[in-house]
Antibody, heavy 121, light 107 residues
Framework: QVQLVESGGGVVQPGGSLRLSCAAS????????MHWVRQAPGKGLEWVAF????????YYADSVKGRFTISRDNSKNTLYLQMNSLRAEDTAVYYC??????????????WGQGTLVTVSS | DIQMTQSPSTLSASVGDRVTITCRAS??????LAWYQQKPGKAPKLLIY???SLESGVPSRFSGSGSGTEFTLTISSLQPDDFATYYC?????????FGQGTKVEIK
């Protein structure tokens, strides 16, 4: 069965950095695009970033462009999100999600349990 | 960016009720729309993709319809397990966007 397990969350000061990881199992990780999605406390879902199966293309929400970097290591079945210049408004639960492709569009078919990032002094 | 607007924001209903949630896109997204269910403290779960395709394992009381800019999620007979927040999401472009969510509460 598909499993996605996020880690790396915690408390960080404004302007600081954090790297999130998402360990994947139960499917051929190297064949699927992957997403990061976040949810601020009591708020809705916000897509953050996407990386194609081979890492050849990456896409970012405007709110994180230039500060966050998505990457993957297919040999380790792991997805990453490097977050720099963190702001209070980046405080959220961060989910990784597997992308299912259909006609070059990607729906999110499996999600991890999430990891909480809190940006506070 | 494509904006997604759901209505209502909150819905109070009883077990057995037929429930309909609407989602509007700011521009045409063809049928590239998904619906997710989220319960408190849990990750979202995919219910419907491509506007009307039921995800494997999802009860048949859930159905989706629409195309272009107007979409609906219908629960034909609300069950106790269905009290949750529901999100629509467009995936027509490489800037994925969600609706603000509809919370289905017990009446």
């Amino acid at each position: 069965q598909v499993q996605l397990v996020e880690s790396g969350g915690g408390v960080v000061q404004p302007g600081g950095s954090l790297r999130l990881s998402c360990a994947a199992s139960g499917f051929t990780f190297s064949s699927y695009g992957m997403h990061w999605v976040r949810q601020a406390p009591g708020k809705g879902l916000e897509w953050v970033a996407f990386i194609r199966y081979d890492g050849s293309n990456k896409y970012y929400a405007d709110s994180v462009k230039g500060r966050f970097t998505i990457s993957r290591d297919n040999s380790k079945n792991t997805l990453y999100l490097q977050m720099n210049s963190l702001r209070a408004e980046d405080t959220a639960v961060y989910y990784c999600a597997k992308g299912r492709e259909l006609e070059r569009r990607y729906v999110f078919d499996y999600w991890g349990q999430g990891t909480l990032v809190t940006v506070s002094s | 960016d494509i904006q997604m607007t759901q209505s209502p924001s909150t819905l109070s209903a009883s077990v057995g009720d037929r429930v309909t949630i609407t989602c509007r896109a700011s521009q045409s997204i063809s049928s590239w729309l998904a619906w997710y269910q989220q319960k408190p403290g849990k990750a979202p779960k995919l219910l419907i993709y491509k506007a009307s395709s039921l995800e494997s394992g999802v009860p048949s009381r859930f159905s989706g319809s629409g195309s272009g800019t107007e979409f609906t999620l219908t629960i034909s007979s609300l069950q106790p397990d269905d009290f949750a927040t529901y999100y629509c999401q467009q995936y027509n472009s490489y800037l994925w966007t969600f609706g603000q969510g509809t919370k289905v509460e017990i009446k």
